[in-house]
């Protein structure tokens, strides 16, 4: 059988400890907006949109990459300090989890055969989904902006009910995988990719976003965050969950039991089963279901 290609992005923006081997491929994002060179690709070359880093964060890599690096059979994200934890150091209780930046010298960040086969069998790798006491809906609202959510919902709502009911069924859920990882064969991929900045491009021209603080203008990669889940949800794909490990600096890090973990998620899905409130959401969407 062929040998397959296996290629993850490792997305960087500034000096710090770099990962590379046969799979690792570490990318800086932003590089056409940067004065310092990190000794590694850059997402401004070929077919690109590195200028809009600062609204786009890590998707002006994944965008890079869709461009530019086709022949590849599978890839993947991770970033400069997040990554899968391929071989479970870290109980899968956890969605993610700080370790010490001196760590990453023994973590183990090889892509394990028994993933690729699962890989090559049409799984596609995500973390394991974060867990919360309310809907992804108020979640994004309380963190970010329901306007924008608003007319991200109706921008789907032009083009797809396929994902228009993805998106909802997400939104009144208590969970997703966050960061923007995955891994993924290169034909989700390119599915994946064109469905997402198709979508975002077109949001781009109704999206005012002058008053926004620098934070939340980076609304197009914080929407993509739940805009992945939508699509794997959409396309019903079958998911490989790892937990995320966080290199950060220092090791004094609040760190829970796997009991007391256990708990505080039994605890969130009951709040949620017992709390979740739909009638916001209904007035959100009036008007903006398809046909």
Same mark, same amino acid.
């Given at each position: 059988?062929?040998?397959?290609?296996?290629? %993850?992005?490792?997305?960087?923006?500034?000096?710090?400890?770099?990962?590379?081997?046969?799979?690792?491929?570490?990318? /800086?994002?932003?590089?056409?907006?940067?004065?310092?060179?990190?000794?590694?690709?850059?997402?401004?070359?070929?077919?690109? %949109?590195?200028?809009?880093?600062?609204?786009?964060?890590?998707?002006?890599? &994944?965008?890079?990459?869709?461009?530019?690096l086709k022949g590849t059979d599978?890839?993947?994200? =991770?970033?400069?300090?997040?990554?899968?934890? *391929?071989? /479970?150091?870290?109980? !899968?209780?956890?969605?993610?989890?700080? $370790?010490?930046?001196?760590?990453?010298?023994? *973590?183990?960040?090889?892509?394990?055969?028994?993933?690729?086969?699962?890989?090559?069998?049409?799984?596609?790798?995500?973390?394991?989904?974060?867990?919360?006491?309310?809907?992804?809906?108020?979640?994004? =609202?309380?963190?970010?902006? $329901?306007?924008?959510?608003?007319l991200l919902r109706k921008t %789907?709502? $032009?083009?797809?009910?396929?994902?228009?009911?993805?998106?909802?069924?997400?939104? @009144?859920?208590?969970?997703?995988?966050?960061?923007?990882? *995955?891994?993924?064969?290169?034909? !989700? *991929? !390119?599915? #994946? =990719?064109?469905? &997402?900045?198709? %979508?975002?491009?077109? &949001?781009?021209?109704?999206?005012?976003?002058?008053?926004?603080?620098?934070?939340?203008?980076?609304? #197009?990669?914080?929407?993509?965050?739940?805009?992945?889940?939508?699509? @794997?949800?959409?396309?019903?794909?079958?998911?490989?969950?790892?937990p995320v490990v966080m290199f950060?600096?220092?090791?004094?890090?609040?760190?829970?039991?796997?009991?007391?973990?256990?708990?505080?998620?039994?605890?969130?899905?009951?709040?949620?089963?017992?709390?979740? !409130?739909?009638?916001?959401?209904?007035?959100?969407?009036?008007?903006?279901?398809?046909?």
């Amino acid at each position: 059988m062929e040998e397959k290609t296996f290629r %993850i992005l490792v997305v960087h923006h500034k000096k710090d400890r770099v990962y590379k081997d046969d799979v690792y491929m570490p990318v /800086h994002a932003g590089k056409s907006l940067s004065d310092i060179d990190l000794g590694m690709a850059g997402d401004d070359t070929g077919d690109n %949109i590195s200028d809009r880093n600062p609204y786009f964060c890590e998707l002006t890599a &994944l965008y890079w990459a869709w461009k530019n690096l086709k022949g590849t059979d599978f890839i993947g994200l =991770c970033h400069y300090r997040r990554y899968f934890d *391929f071989h /479970h150091t870290v109980p !899968d209780i956890y969605y993610a989890k700080n $370790e010490s930046v001196g760590k990453m010298d023994s *973590f183990d960040f090889t892509l394990p055969e028994e993933t690729r086969k699962r890989l090559i069998d049409g799984e596609t790798v995500v973390s394991v989904p974060k867990t919360m006491n309310r809907t992804v809906f108020r979640d994004y =609202c309380k963190r970010h902006s $329901e306007s924008d959510l608003y007319l991200l919902r109706k921008t %789907i709502a $032009e083009s797809s009910s396929q994902y228009l009911d993805a998106f909802d069924k997400v939104m @009144l859920g208590n969970e997703y995988s966050p960061y923007n990882m *995955f891994v993924m064969s290169w034909n !989700d *991929f !390119d599915r #994946y =990719c064109s469905w &997402l900045f198709g %979508i975002l491009f077109r &949001l781009e021209g109704k999206l005012d976003i002058s008053s926004h603080s620098k934070y939340q203008q980076r609304v #197009y990669g914080f929407m993509a965050e739940r805009l992945l889940n939508v699509f @794997l949800t959409a396309e019903n794909k079958k998911l490989d969950r790892y937990p995320v490990v966080m290199f950060n600096e220092g090791t004094d890090y609040k760190r829970y039991s796997v009991l007391k973990q256990y708990f505080s998620l039994m605890i969130k899905r009951l709040q949620f089963m017992f709390n979740k !409130d739909t009638s916001g959401y209904r007035r959100f969407t009036a008007g903006y279901r398809t046909a």
